[in-house]
Structure formats: C-alpha cells, structure tokens
C-alpha cells in the first residue's frame, strides 16, 4: 500500500492556474494507477482525472476536459494535476487515490489508497 500527501492547493481569482501535487512513499509506486477526484461542501466526491501506471492513458471528467492535465512522474513518485481556466464551481476539497486496478480507481470505491486532500478555492 502506498501513502499519499496532496500540496499545491490554495486560493485563485477565476481563470486562474493551481498545480496539485500528490507525493507518494512506496517502492511500489510504479504499478499503481494514480487519480483525483473532489469534494465540495454539500455534494459527494466526485471523479476528476486518472492516469494509468506508466501514464500512456490518461481519462477526464467532461466538467474538466481540455483545462485540467494529469501527469506523473515515477522516478520523483508524485503525480500532478495542472489546472488551468479554474472557474468558481471548480472550488472543493481535492483528493488523491491511488489503485493498481484502473477500473476500481475510476469508480472510486473500495480505492486501496486516499490522501488527506487539500483545498482549493476558485473565486468569481
């Protein structure tokens, strides 16, 4: 099992750019497949992107297509999420996960791992 620290969140004017960070400790890192998903107040937490073990396959969310990029980089064990043209419906607190089933992650149950998560807060 891997453990995962999220940093990079924080609070942006809309249109703005945050880049989420998710570090992981593990040996293992390699062979998981590596998500984010969200939570805002009130509302169940949701998938946002994921990206599979050697990060030849990435998969969106419709709400985040063509203004969020995840990406990974094993040798540093950390994936990223690049979020550019944030908007106000954006803010929610964000979580990494990890799964070395890329079905189970994208569904976002029984996910092996989750971190802590970090806020981020988009403002209109």
């Known amino acids: 099992q891997v453990q995962l620290v999220e940093s990079g969140g924080g609070l942006v004017q809309a249109g703005g750019s945050l880049r989420l960070s998710c570090a992981a400790s593990?040996?293992?890192?390699?062979?998981?497949?590596m998500g984010w998903f969200r939570q805002a107040p009130g509302k169940e937490r949701e998938f946002v992107a994921t990206?599979?073990?050697?990060?030849?396959?990435?998969d969106y969310a419709d709400s985040v297509k063509g203004r969020f990029t995840i990406s990974r980089d094993n040798a540093k064990n950390t994936v990223y999420l690049q979020m550019n043209s944030l908007k106000p419906e954006d803010t929610a607190v964000y979580y990494c996960?990890?799964?070395?089933?890329?079905?189970?992650?994208?569904?976002?149950?029984?996910?092996?791992?989750w971190g802590q998560g970090t806020q981020v807060t988009v403002s209109s």
């Open positions: 990206i599979t073990w050697n990060g030849g396959r990435t």
């Open positions: 996960a990890a799964d070395q089933s890329g079905s189970r992650l994208r569904l976002g149950r029984y996910v092996e791992s």
């Open positions: 593990g040996r293992t890192f390699s062979t998981y497949c």
